[in-house]
């Protein structure tokens, strides 16, 4: 869930304090998170309760993995 993921990075959250705003274990936020968990439907209303994003967008991006992060090029053979 990537607007999740940016929200938490803005409010400075980690996995704990979004598990706390929300009742829920923090596996299982973490599952969430990973796209390895599709959220109940009252967590998908805490969560846009707690985010302010909407519904409908969380539920478009549930089990949407990121996007895989490209390794930096090295020149050279140096390192970055």
């Known amino acids: 869930m990537i607007s999740v993921k940016h929200y938490m990075l803005d409010a400075g959250w980690g996995q704990a304090e979004l598990a706390k705003a929300l009742n829920i274990n923090y596996s299982y936020v973490s599952l ?16 846009s309760d707690v985010t302010g994003i909407g519904v409908d967008t969380l539920v478009q991006e549930a089990g949407k993995k990121p996007p895989r992060k490209r390794p930096i090029p090295r020149i050279n053979g140096s390192a970055p």
């Open 32 to 47: 969430i998170l990973a796209g390895k968990r599709i959220p109940s439907v009252e967590t998908l209303k805490r969560l």
